[in-house]
């Protein structure tokens, strides 16, 4: 298997541009988790999903985030508009419940900067 | 509320010298106990988890931790560390009930000196 996959891995946008981040899991894997990275907060739960249906959109900052599940093997992250702090790397992982949800695979990240 | 705690931000060995790095965790329930490692823009590998059962638990690269559940803990040793250790490491916890988040600890960055 070809692991989590995230894209793009880097980003460098303006305030006030759309940002939409993608995240390819595992195939088979029925949990899909949102992780934001920044050197000041570190890892933060944004938002997760089983079985494509968000279940905690609690760690969602404000409105200007939504994330999307439209099928099991596709997810977006998107931020609109984007401000300055919200750069950092966003992380998703996957994983499969019945081997332990909280078992996560991650994938690489994509590293998003706005100026 | 879950929460973990990684009270070493930074800790530096030497080469073929021991490691020990700490984690202290606060949950109502028994918990789920995960330690990954983070290489520098990689995402985060798991190491070990401790679901149940005994309290020492192998992982990858011959690293163990041992759940001590009178302090809360769930430290992570390895014998002899190898220069390729050198990474941060995240202490987490998790639950099977009320959903499955997993939180994280801060994080302990970790330098491997020759």
């Known amino acids: 298997d070809a692991g989590v996959i995230q894209s793009p891995r880097h980003e460098v946008t303006e305030m006030g541009q759309e940002v939409t981040l993608r995240c390819k899991p595992i195939?088979?894997?029925?949990?899909l988790f949102w992780y934001r990275q920044t050197m000041m907060r570190g890892l933060e739960l944004l938002i997760y999903?089983?079985?494509?249906?968000?279940?905690?959109d609690s760690g969602m900052p404000e409105d200007r985030f939504s994330a999307k599940m439209p099928n099991a093997s596709f997810s977006t992250l998107k931020i609109q508009p984007s401000e300055p702090r919200d750069s950092a790397v966003y992380f998703c992982?996957?994983?499969?419940?019945?081997?332990?949800?909280?078992?996560?695979?991650f994938g690489a990240g994509s590293r998003l900067t706005v100026l | 509320a879950q929460s973990v705690t990684q009270p070493d931000i930074h800790i530096t060995v030497s080469e073929g010298a021991s490691l020990e790095l700490r984690c202290n965790y606060s949950?109502?329930?028994?918990?789920?106990l995960f330690w990954y490692v983070q290489s520098p823009g990689q995402g985060l590998q798991l190491l070990l988890k401790?679901?149940?059962?005994?309290?020492l638990v192998q992982g990858i690269k011959g690293f163990e931790a041992e759940f001590k559940r009178s302090q809360s803990s769930f430290n992570l040793r390895k014998p002899s560390v190898h220069w390729s250790d050198a990474a941060e490491y995240f202490c987490?916890?998790?639950?099977?009930?009320?959903?499955?988040?997993?939180?994280f600890g801060a994080g302990t960055r970790l330098f491997v000196k020759a």
């Open positions: 195939s088979g894997h029925d949990y």
């Open positions: 949950y109502g329930a028994t918990p789920y």
């Open positions: 987490a916890v998790g639950s099977n009930t009320g959903g499955f988040k997993t939180i």
């Open positions: 992982a996957s994983s499969l419940s019945i081997s332990g949800a909280n078992v996560l695979t």
């Open positions: 999903f089983n079985n494509n249906v968000p279940i905690d």
């Open positions: 401790y679901f149940s059962g005994d309290t």
